[in-house]
Structures are given as C-alpha cells and as structure tokens.
C-alpha cells in the first residue's frame, strides 16, 4: 500500500509540476524560451510575490476530477446504490470549478466538493474556452455541441486511473478506460478529444501495480492500449489510426539521437490537441524514462502548451518512479502542495468507510465523511445572505432573518428555519420589525420545536462585558453538540460586524485550553472568520468585524475567557 500511495502522489504531484513549469511560457515560442533563459531553455520555476508556482486550470480540474471520483465511491460505499456513473460525479465536480471561475457560487445549492472553498482555486489561471463554455452551456441544461479535440480532456485525466487502478477497488481496465472516455467527453466532443484521455488511462493503470518499467515495457502497454480502443471504439476506426501515428512518430523520435527534443517535438506538433499532447508526453517519457526532470524539462521547451504537455508527461512520469523521484526543488515552491498531496493520500487510500460499518467510529473515518459526504447538506446555507461558521457544530450566520411586511418576513423566515432551529438574535429591542412571534406557527408547521435568544448588541458596538459572550458561546456550543440534524443561526442586521464579533469569539473560545497565547488565538480566530466569511456574498464591499473597537473586543476576550 505505501508503495501505490508514493506512486499516486508521484503522478499527482508530477502533473502539477509539469503544470506549473510549463504554465509561464505557455504562450512563448521556442526562440524566445531560448533567447530568454539561455541554450538549455526554462529549467525552473517563476515564483509570485508569495514566493509558489502557480498551478494552472490543468491541476485545478484534475484536482475536482479526484474529489468527484472520491464523492462517487464513498456514497457507493455507505449507500449500496450508486445512482449515477463516476463521469456523471465528476462532471458535477466540474460545474462547481466552473463557479469558481465565473465568481458565482451558489451557496444556497448543494455541492460535494470540498476544494471548491480552497480560495486559491477560485483564481483564473487562463481556463479553456472549450472547457468553460460546455460547462456553460451544462450549467444552463443545455446540450452540449462542439468539435472540438482539444487537450482540455486528458490534462485532467489522470486521477481516474490512479484511484480506480487500486487493487482495493477491484476496476477492470475496461471500466477504467471507459469513464476516461465519458469524462473527456463531457466538455470535448471529437472523438480525439477523448481517446487520448482513455489511452493515458490505460497506461497509467497498467504501470501503476509495477515496481518500475522498462523502455520497452513502456512501448508494449503503449501498443496493447491502443489495441485495447481498437476492440472496444469500432466505430472509431479512422481517428485511432490517426492516433497511433503519431504515436508511432512519437515512439521513433524517442531513439533517435540526431535530433534535439525541440526539433523532435515540432514533428509531432505544439500540444493544443489532445492527441498531440500525448505524442508529445510519450515521446519524453520515452526519451528519457528514467529521469523525471530531464522529461519535464523537455516537455515544456516548445513552441505550444507547454502547461498540458508538461501536466502529461509528470503523470506518467510520476506513475512510473513515484514521489520521491521528483527533485526537491520542484516541490518546494509547489502552489497548492499540501491540497494535492491531501487528495492524494486520499485517491490512494481507497475508501475507508462502509455501509456495514459505523462510519464515524474514528477521526479518520469521520475526517473522511466530513469532506466526502457530509458536506453535500451542511455546507448548504439556509439564505443566500448567510454563511457557514462550524460545520461539526452545525453552526451558521448572516443577516437578519425577518422582513418588513407579515407576508415577506414569513416566507424568509420559514427558509431559515427549514434548516435551522435555534436562532440567536444580536439587533436590539426597536431596532427591527420583530420575527420571533412567527416561530411558534412555523414550527408547529414543521413538527419541530424553534428556539429563540437575545443577546443585544448595539449597531456598530460590542458586548457590554467578554464573561456574557462566554456564557453565550457556551450555550451555542452545547447544542451544536447535541443537536445532530437541526441547526444554529446566529445574527445581527447585516451579519457583517455584530456577527462577525461573535462569530470570531467563538473560533477563539474552541482554542481554549490547547496552550496557546492570545496573539495567536487570535490570529487563528480572525483567520477563520476570513476563511468563513469571504463565502459570503456581502463579503465584496464589507470587512467583518468592521471596525477596530470590535476587533479589540475580540483581543480582550482571548485574553479573559481564553486563556
């Protein structure tokens, strides 16, 4: 098992590695790598002002690709009943990645990724105009219709047969093959916009079991793959011939010694096409089999997309050799490294829970649950203007969840309170048309028993003393605990500074007692309102807490109840 798991995080990591050194020079020609970095071309990485590579849309969606296979198999496991195909969680996964480039998020909507909060995700790192707008035209119902074969389809491929290739999981080659396939085809419609997708497939999952391969061991599953969609794509004839030659061009440049791997890969063609891609990945891989960085290197010194080729040839590379063989430098400055590293463990591990088991008997199993499986419900807030605070506590906030008319202030409220039971209300007596007369009726509605407290703050202001906030928090907490399925609203009017103050209070108060100093539970509490609250559609124009009396309120508090 230690061994599949270094090589999943080899393929993993070495797609995004070759991302992320390609991902600079994508629109560069040869000549200018050259004239630019010198005769042995772009050999490392360009940092940001953060000091990382930047990772491209490549890694981002193979990224999504694993979370959707992960969701897949894990609601396989504790439900028995699949419900929908493995392409059909991933092009799910994929429509959320498509909120996060648009910068519209539908917190109200049930999601199943858990990555999709990584903020750093949410970047636009030049994405695919196929890609994108097949998502569009998904997102809308619509079918969708191109012709395109571009590489958008097997730069993200990888984690299929990474994951699925797991003694554990039991995949054939065949059903391995075929959500390759499905997947490519959701955004690429062309037949070789996704039979190179199913052929990296094939090879991945071939040489994953292996300790290492030979050069002609390489050849072999490259040709038994192909083979292998010859048998299972009849009516794709005509496009795999084209495939296998230029693999076959591919596989003779890779022993020929009088051409430099610039002259070799302009043969073959500059990478925007997904077959294209591939040549160019198997002729590195090829020409250089037992050494990661010289592949890499090669993969992305050309005059094409340098990010896919690069993403190609580190999965294959990274399958074949595994984690360790990727030189340190190229980890080090990774963007993202800790989140493909995650999932990784997580693609190798298989999954840990079980229908038959109780699935929340460990804290790896229950881990496992909260990003897998629990989150499709409770990441979903009750309003559109509220945001999550504490998934395990059940714990959400936002604004005022009343209105001016009878009529209006029902119906939202009524929205709230099918999520939540306990509302905790910060707004003065006056200050707004009172709602906790309706709660009663609602809930007798619903068959369920809504709390309501006060706790005033004034607008704009802080508590009167940090000893009340405790005994609040306390309370708040206590039935985060213990209440299962029902959940807590907190709120002021706008939920940004009264909210925010107590919200990060809170983070503060769950650090008590783990030998902290007050600066930096301080420092984890605002960091976790920020994390909390920029999903916030408020979070554009406002600042939580919004001014500098609440923030010192939240020092005074560490530094009383926390501490």
């Not at 690709?65 to 609601?75: H, I, W």
């Not at 496991?77 to 419900?83: F, T, V």
């Not at 990555?115 to 998502?135: F, M, N, Q, Y």
């Not at 299929?160 to 554990?168: E, K, S, V």
Request: hydrophobic share 35%.
């Amino acid at each position: 098992m230690e061994k599949y798991k270094d090589k999943v995080l080899g393929s993993m990591m070495g797609g995004a590695v070759g991302d992320a050194l390609g991902y600079p020079i994508g629109t560069m020609t040869y000549k200018q790598i050259i004239d630019r970095y010198g005769d042995k071309g772009f050999t490392r990485y360009v940092l940001n002002k953060k000091g990382e590579a930047e990772i491209s849309d490549g890694t981002q969606m193979s990224l999504f690709t694993a979370n959707g296979v992960l969701v897949c198999f894990t609601r396989y496991a504790c439900h028995g009943i699949l419900g929908a195909g493995p392409a059909d969680y991933i092009r799910d996964s994929y429509l959320e990645w498509l909120q996060t480039q648009i910068g519209n998020i539908d917190y109200t909507h049930w999601h199943c990724n858990w990555i999709r909060d990584v903020r750093e995700l949410h970047k636009r790192r030049t994405p695919g105009t196929t890609c994108i707008s097949a998502l569009q035209q998904l997102a809308k119902h619509e079918t969708v219709e191109n012709n395109s074969k571009g590489c958008g389809g097997i730069m993200r491929t990888a984690p299929i047969p990474l994951f699925m290739a797991n003694p554990y999981m039991a995949c054939d080659t065949e059903f391995i093959v075929k959500t390759a396939m499905k997947t490519a085809e959701i955004t690429h419609k062309h037949p070789l916009g996704q039979l190179p997708a199913a052929l990296l497939a094939y090879i991945i999952a071939e040489v994953m079991p292996l300790a290492y391969a030979t050069r002609e061991q390489l050849r072999s599953y490259i040709n038994s793959g192909l083979y292998f969609l010859k048998k299972h794509y009849p009516d794709h004839q005509a496009h795999l011939d084209k495939l296998k030659g230029i693999i076959d061009v591919a596989v003779k440049l890779s022993g020929e010694k009088d051409k430099s791997d610039a002259e070799a890969i302009a043969l073959l063609g500059k990478g925007w096409a997904a077959d294209e891609t591939l040549a160019i990945a198997i002729y590195c891989v090829l020409k250089y089999s037992e050494d990661f960085e010289k592949a890499i290197i090669a993969a992305v010194n050309h005059s094409g997309n340098s990010a896919s080729t690069g993403a190609v040839t580190g999965n294959i590379m990274g399958a074949l050799w595994g984690y360790d063989a990727i030189p340190a430098h190229f980890k080090e400055h990774l963007e993202l490294r800790w989140l493909i590293e995650e999932i990784s463990t997580d693609l190798a591990t298989g999954i840990i829970v079980s229908e038959y088991i109780d699935c929340y008997d460990t804290p790896e199993k229950r881990r496992w649950m909260s990003k897998y499986v629990d989150l499709v419900q409770k990441d979903c807030v009750p309003i559109k203007n509220s945001y999550l605070v504490h998934r395990e506590l059940n714990i959400y906030a936002g604004e005022y969840p009343g209105d001016k008319t009878e009529y209006e202030c029902k119906l939202k409220l009524g929205q709230v309170a099918f999520k939540c039971s306990y509302f905790f209300d910060l707004t003065t007596p006056g200050e707004l048309m009172p709602y906790n007369q309706y709660l009663d009726e609602i809930g007798r509605g619903m068959g369920e028993e809504i709390y309501y407290g006060r706790f005033p703050i004034a607008n704009c202001g802080i508590p009167s003393n940090t000893s009340s906030v405790a005994r609040l928090l306390d309370k708040i907490i206590e039935i985060g605990k213990n209440s299962l399925y029902r959940a807590i609203y907190i709120h002021d009017w706008g939920g940004v500074g009264r909210t925010g103050t107590i919200v990060a209070c809170l983070y503060a108060y769950l650090l008590k007692g783990k030998g902290l100093s007050a600066d930096v539970i301080y420092k984890q509490a605002i960091h976790s309102l920020d994390e909390s609250f920029y999903r916030y559609p408020k979070s554009k124009n406002h600042v939580s807490p919004e001014n500098n009396m609440q923030r010192d309120f939240i020092r005074r508090f560490i530094q009383n109840e926390c501490v």
